[in-house]
């Protein structure tokens, strides 16, 4: 079929030259091209997600399987100190205590504060986008607002939470 095709567009080219018209080689050549079905085929839509499947496992184990081999030339065998399957948590060598020991407080107020201040810059930010459309009542929402994080602000400094030192 491909050796046919250049002789069917050819054969069209000189018919086209023979008549002078200049849309005769566009209808030539398209009566001569294949016919192409309206709609994909299975092959045509199964075979780039089957492409970007074996991509996307044989990329990445491959990059693995190199790092691996790599690093065993660079760093020899693997260093199989037992000190290494040993506990460690928050910069304690040994795990101190059970799971039902109580926490410091001190680790509470310090989440409030985290939360106080991370509600406040998730709020002002849509506000002061908003802050054109809404007029007096959006200035009245931010001040009932404002209050009430500084009610909870209070509670911390009260309790210590913004003292460091302790």
């Known amino acids: 079929m491909i050796a046919v095709m250049p002789a069917l567009v050819m054969q ?3 018919t086209a030259e023979e008549t002078t018209a200049p849309d005769a080689v566009v ?5 001569t091209a294949a016919y192409v079905p ?9 075979f780039p997600l089957t492409m970007l499947l074996i ?17 065993r030339i660079a760093h ?6 037992p000190a290494k399957h040993e506990p ?8 101190i205590g059970t799971a039902g020991e109580r926490f410091d407080v001190k680790f509470y107020l310090i989440a ?5 201040f991370d509600i406040e810059v998730a709020f002002l930010y849509p506000w002061a986008i908003h802050f054109n459309q809404g007029g007096w009542e959006m200035v009245a929402f931010l001040a009932v607002f ?9 509670y911390l400094y009260k309790k210590g939470a913004f003292d460091w030192d302790k």
């Open 55 to 71: 991509l996307g496992l044989v990329v990445p184990a491959a990059l693995l399987g190199i790092n691996t081999i790599l690093s």
């Open 76 to 81: 020899g065998t693997r260093n199989t100190n």
């Open 12 to 14: 069209a080219w000189l």
């Open 27 to 31: 209808t030539a050549v398209a009566t």
């Open 88 to 95: 460690y948590e928050s910069g304690l060598p040994s795990v």
């Open 112 to 116: 409030m504060l985290f939360l106080a």
């Open 146 to 154: 404002l209050v009430l994080l500084e009610v909870g602000y209070l």
């Open 38 to 46: 309206p709609y994909p085929s299975v092959f045509d839509m199964v």
